[in-house]
T-cell receptor, first 112, second 116 residues
Framework: DAGVTQSPTHLIKTRGQHVTLRCSPI?????VSWYQQVLGQGPQFIFQ???????GRGNFPDRFSARQFPNYSSELNVNALLLGDSALYLC???????????FGNGTRLTVT | GENVEQHPSTLSVQEGDSAVIKCTYS??????FPWYKQELGKRPQLIIDIRSNVGEKKDQRIAVTLNKTAKHFSLHITETQPEDSAVYFC???????????????FGQGTILTVHP
């Protein structure tokens, strides 16, 4: 079985630009969550989607948005990039909203 | 909101020794406590988890204990091996349905180094 897949693996953007990160959950998993991991810290919750509805939002500005598609894949969008947005963005999926989370390998975003 | 504190930040042990990492949480509504292992440049991998209706759980060399009254939980690794070297994260989650909607709150991580 394929795990959680994320694309791209690495991305370099300039301040002010926009970025879209993509995630495909484990087959059969209906919940997708997004986390930001800054170097040296634990992952921080950004969003959770379950059955295509937003079920939770962390303490991130409105520049961050996400959506989940009918096939349960998901996109994370970040507008007006800042240097501080440089981080590893992790997607995690679970079968149900409260099931264990399984993480993808992440997208390393560098903002210059 | 939930706050998770993790100690120590670094831990160095000799191969074969035991390692213990401790976490405390603030939200009494938290009922699920997973532990993740993250090797350099890789994704966090779930190694063990425990729910609030259980006090202890074991899986081979790994065990987790939970004290709901004191709001703390610990990871115990016995007979450590060099391949156990990684960053370990604890996390806590409240039941979905409240404002948390099942999000995980992570600790700051512990860098474990096992010397051969």
């Amino acid at each position: 079985d394929a795990g959680v897949t994320q694309s791209p693996t690495h991305l370099i953007k300039t301040r002010g630009q926009h970025v879209t990160l993509r995630c495909s959950p484990i087959s059969g998993h209906k919940s997708v969550s997004w986390y930001q991991q800054v170097l040296g810290q634990g992952p921080q919750f950004i969003f959770q989607y379950y059955e295509k509805e937003e079920r939770g939002r962390g303490n991130f500005p409105d520049r961050f948005s996400a959506r989940q598609f009918p096939n349960y894949s998901s996109e994370l969008n970040v507008n007006a990039l800042l240097l501080g947005d440089s981080a590893l963005y992790l997607c995690a999926s679970s079968h149900l909203s409260e099931s264990p989370l399984h993480f993808g390998n992440g997208t390393r975003l560098t903002v210059t | 909101g939930e706050n998770v504190e993790q100690h120590p930040s670094t831990l160095s042990v000799q191969e074969g020794d035991s390692a213990v990492i401790k976490c405390t949480y603030s939200d009494s509504a938290s009922n699920y406590f997973p532990w993740y292992k993250q090797e350099l440049g890789k994704r966090p991998q779930l190694i063990i988890d425990i729910r609030s209706n259980v006090g202890e759980k074991k899986d081979q060399r790994i065990a987790v204990t939970l004290n709901k009254t004191a709001k703390h939980f610990s990871l115990h690794i016995t007979e450590t091996q060099p391949e156990d070297s990684a960053v370990y994260f604890c996390a806590a989650r409240a039941a979905a349905g409240g404002t948390s909607y099942g999000k995980l709150t992570f600790g700051q991580g512990t860098i474990l180094t096992v010397h051969p």
